[in-house]
């Protein structure tokens, strides 16, 4: 019996930063009503967390923000790579890597790229984005409790302005809410990893020297390791604002409050190399890098999502893109079942797909520290002796051997060593160029608010199973769109190049058929007709969605 309540909506989101207002839009696209809750009054103002791999940026693409992200990124869309130099001064030092997709390779498996965008410019693009797709966010408002029962969650939040306590009746609760996320640990989840790393003391200085010092050196990132002054410069606006990364070591039993302003400012010039450069304080804000995985993503009615499920060295940037991916992932399984094109149990593939995916990806973070000796990290026997491996395996790579998928290889790793997008079920779907009514596209464009069947415009087989989707999708309960690709009248997407095989880059035959999910990845594919194509749907389907 759902008690009476303030408000009512289908999903509760706990936590406005990346993940949460991630999940907003997301949430929003697909038609869900939603109430979103952050305790601080309003986005990011620190400069962090401002990579935002190709994986992101194809989500954000479909979500129809990749222009407006690139537009809030612009100042720094010429920055590439990472230094490693003693002090900015001379010519000593090297590249750990000059750029991001050297030599253009990047564009033969997506529509789009790595965008370097700080949170504080990131957010808020997507909180415009969120409320106007009708999203409900209250900044300023607390959960102070909840509780759940068969049929759903009752939620307490406080109005932090007016100090008013209001209730909130979900269907679901998605904790977004951090680290030391409170709704994980009401819910006594435990986590498992090697805990944390290591510690820094981020500060924002304004300098109008600096940019004469760096030249035309347009780093993402520079590590800097004069000994007794290391740490890690960024840029905010290549010009006079900066940030910089100064190892702490409460370990050692350093406070924070040693870290005085005249400190930092000796700390930054020592590390640059120049004396008497110009240094402004602007803010200064204490973080801690740790490698933790929770034991579960849900409980019952309650998510896990981003830094509440996961903790990973910040060293390639994975942290904050699992996060917005684990949103994804959750965000068309909640809209599915609430939806009632999916049975409940869909939910419980959230686990199974993301958080094996966490614990792959957050023991590449800290190897990837290892690898780039990340200022103030000096790590234990053990942390980041795992494998490294290319960033583009872990970016676009990873797989899900269980979960929502049919016929995928349960033996074969989350993380493979090489990138391999070959329509294999359980992987990112390839990305082609298409043409729709004379409008180009990407595959990926074609996947967000329902699972859509491949099949080809010029064989017999292809286009029976074409038929049978769209009968099956007209009979009612089943969302399925489907697309019959090559030349022809009969095809609805066209070639974008002379010479194009759908069928060969999706790992079938022109008598197969492919169907992939809301979120972009395999469920299913086959190689041959069917003799009776709609039931082999039918099957596929409920397998997929959990409604059999």
Known sequence: MQQKADHQVPVLVVGGSLVGLSLSLFLGRLGVRHMLVERHSGTSIHPRGRGNNVRTMELFRVAGVEPDIKEAASLLADNHGILQTPTLVGDAGEWLFKEIDPGGGLARFSPTSWCLCSQNDLEPVLLKGARALGGDLRYFHELESFSQDPEG????????????????????????????????????????????????????????????????????????????????????????????????????????????????????????????????????????????????????????AGDSAHEMSPTGAFGSNTGIQDAHNLAWKLAAVLGGWAGPGLLGTYDTERRPVALATSARASARSVEHSHPGFAPAPGIGAGKRGGILGVVLGYRYPEGAVVGADPDRPVVPEGLRLTGEPGSRSPHMWLRRAGERLSTLDLYERSPVLLSDAGSAAGAAWHAAARRLAGAGGVRLDAYRIGAGPDAELAYDTEGDDWAAVHGTTADGAVLVRPDGFVAWRASDAADDPEAELRRVLAEVLRTG
């Open 153 to 304: 969650v009752t939620a307490y939040v406080r109005d932090r302005d007016s100090d008013r306590l209001y209730t909130v009746r979900a269907d679901y609760l998605v904790a977004a809410d951090g680290p030391r996320s409170p709704v994980r640990g009401r819910l006594g989840i435990g986590q498992s990893g090697p805990g944390d790393l290591f510690a820094n003391v981020s500060v924002t200085f304004r300098s109008k020297l600096l940019a004469d010092v760096v030249g035309d050196r347009r780093f993402i990132c520079c590590y800097l390791t004069e000994p007794g002054a290391d740490g890690a410069l960024l840029p905010v606006d290549n010009k006079e604002n900066w940030v910089f990364h100064a190892p702490w070591h409460p370990e050692n039993g350093e406070t924070l409050e040693e870290f005085t302003e005249d400190r930092l400012r000796r700390h930054i010039r020592h590390a640059v190399g120049v004396p008497d450069l110009d240094v402004e304080i602007t803010g200064k804000a204490s973080w801690r890098a740790a490698e933790r995985v929770a034991e579960r993503y849900a409980a019952d009615r309650v998510f896990l």
